[in-house]
């Protein structure tokens, strides 16, 4: 059960598209096609962004993608906006009731 | 709407124990399995722990698995987390989270509970 492996940071200005990376092994993220990704502002409950790799729920918007490829799933933000500036974690199912998250990257608007 | 109210946090010395409770409204609470997240400044969030809606299942991550223990009673609408040897690297903000029917993601949060281990 170790994290899922993302980058400390991303930045882009706003308008520009940043993509996060969130790398596990072939007992969690290549097993199954159960990745989630959170946003997290401070003090704020965490936030559901995308769920099933690549399912957006009602009300997050169209900007925000996800995708996977073997043991490495991938959240995009397009079009980046000021309030887009957040920490945020991907998840991935690991088997029997378990789950592993990812170690977090800062999101930074220039 | 769903609600998850958490107490029971607090300071505690290395060693010691700790029971958080989660209050649940706003859904059918006996119908649903619900877990354990936590979230610290230096380790981000970790899955702690999962019970079936009825109790009769559980699982653990390895970091918490023998020294923590999920239980619920569903007469109440209450979940709990009892924590026994505590080491410093368990402080952290302790969340209930509702498990959603279609499975494999979380959505419903509670605020969560500080559990600070320090001497």
């Known amino acids: 059960q170790s994290a899922l492996t993302q980058p400390r940071s991303v930045s882009g200005s706003p308008g520009q598209s940043v993509t996060i990376s969130c790398t596990g092994t072939s007992s969690d993220v290549g097993g199954y096609n159960y990745v989630s990704w959170y946003q997290l502002h401070p003090g704020k409950v965490p936030k559901l962004m995308i769920y099933h790799v690549s399912e957006r729920p009602s009300g997050v918007p169209d900007r925000f993608s996800g995708s996977k490829s073997g043991n490495t799933a991938s959240l995009t933000i397009s079009g980046l906006q000021a309030e887009d500036e957040a920490d945020y974690y991907c998840c991935s199912y690991a088997g029997r009731y378990s789950y592993v998250f990812g170690t977090g990257t800062k999101v930074t608007v220039l | 709407q769903v609600q998850l109210v958490e107490s029971g946090g607090g300071v505690v010395q290395p060693g010691g124990s700790l029971r958080l409770s989660c209050g649940a409204s706003g859904f059918t609470f006996n119908t649903y399995g619900m877990h354990w997240v936590r979230h610290s400044p230096g380790k981000g969030l970790e899955w702690v722990a999962f019970i079936r809606y009825d109790g009769t299942d559980t699982d653990y991550a390895d970091s918490v698995r023998g020294r923590f223990t999920v239980s619920r009673d569903n007469s109440k609408h209450t979940l709990y987390l009892q924590m026994s040897s505590l080491r410093t690297e368990d402080t952290a903000v302790y969340s209930c989270?509702?498990?959603?029917?279609?499975?494999?993601?979380?959505?419903?949060w509670g605020q969560g509970t500080l559990v600070t281990v320090s001497s």
């Open positions: 989270v509702k498990d959603p029917s279609s499975g494999y993601f979380f959505d419903s």
